[in-house]
């Protein structure tokens, strides 16, 4: 590039760090395939073309420019996960990608995000999840790992990371064999309830999971209204009602919802009075 239509066989091209070492010319730079910049970020060489038989020569500049890499978490990103709500295909669901874009760039502007379905597929530039379909779901079970680069839009420089998508399973409750059987005392259909003996059963040992109690199914998925005193509640229809039991993963915030059933049996009212045999 530097010589143009010269031929190279007539000229000798070195290069130095300063003008003064290019015009006289000492301390050439010798590993020319293997210069390091001795200046962050950009640098001047001087580049010296001289005739082979005349030994007149030409000084020219050569400006090296290092383009810094775009920012990046390292080695990976926060985890992406979602619920495994769809009970047909477990461990698998949809993720969208691009809601994860404004984090990772962390700020930054003129860079392009893409994905990539494992970290070597991101370094080889192979198997690119397309940018216009990052409504994507997982092809490992339950945990994969993503391959993501950030380019520089402007300078084609780019840094690779990873992020993992998960699907959390949900609470597992176990439903209780039998309604919750009380009898009454007055042929009403109504008695109270002590909702909380319930909960070791349908746990099963697990400690991480935060229970309520729901009279309908609208407020255990919104986790609206909960029953506030479950340990003493009184059903609101006679004898038979069902109520909703909440499960929240702790730590995945994951949800499980399971009904209940409660039957008020009515006792048998015994005669006042009784005429003597």
């Known amino acids: 590039e530097i010589l143009g239509t010269i031929n190279p066989a007539t000229v000798t091209v070195r290069f130095y760090t300063n003008l003064p070492d290019a015009q006289t010319p000492t301390n050439e730079i010798i590993n ?7 200046t962050p970020d950009t640098q001047t060489l001087y580049v010296r073309v001289e005739d082979n038989l005349t030994g007149c020569f030409d000084i020219v500049t050569l400006t090296l420019v290092v383009n810094p890499l775009p920012n990046s978490l390292q080695p990976n ?4 996960s979602l619920c495994d709500n769809d009970q047909t295909r477990i461990g698998y669901e949809v993720f969208d990608l691009a809601s994860q874009i404004d984090d990772i760039l962390l700020g930054q502007t003129g860079m392009e995000v893409t994905f990539y379905q ?11 999840i397309p940018n216009t379909s990052l409504m994507y779901e997982n092809v490992i079970q339950y945990v994969q790992t993503l391959g993501i680069r950030i380019t520089n839009q402007a300078t084609g420089c780019y840094v690779i990371s990873t992020m993992d998508i998960r699907v959390e399973p949900l609470p597992s409750l176990i439903p209780p064999a039998q309604p919750y059987t009380l009898c009454d005392q007055n ?3 109504f008695t109270t ?11 099963g040992g697990v400690t991480t999971y ?14 609206g209204t909960t029953i506030p005193t479950p340990t003493a509640y009184t059903n609101i229809y006679p004898f038979i009602q069902t109520i909703y039991v909440r499960a929240e993963d702790s730590t995945t915030h994951c949800v499980s919802i399971i009904p209940i059933e409660l039957n008020v049996n009515p006792s048998p009212i015994a005669p006042v009075n ?4």
């Not at 009784?274 to 045999?277: M, Q």
Request: proline share 4%; no cysteine; hydrophobic share 35%.
């Open 187 to 189: 042929q009403d259909g």
């Open 118 to 128: 494992s970290l070597g597929d991101a370094q080889n530039g192979t198997l690119q």
């Open 210 to 223: 935060i229970v309520s109690f729901h009279e309908t199914l609208t407020d255990a998925q919104a986790n």
């Open 77 to 80: 990103y926060p985890q992406y």
């Open 32 to 38: 020319v395939t293997n210069y390091t910049n001795a």
């Open 193 to 203: 309830f002590d909702l909380t003996t319930l909960i070791p059963g349908m746990l």
């Open 274 to 277: 009784l005429d003597d045999i």
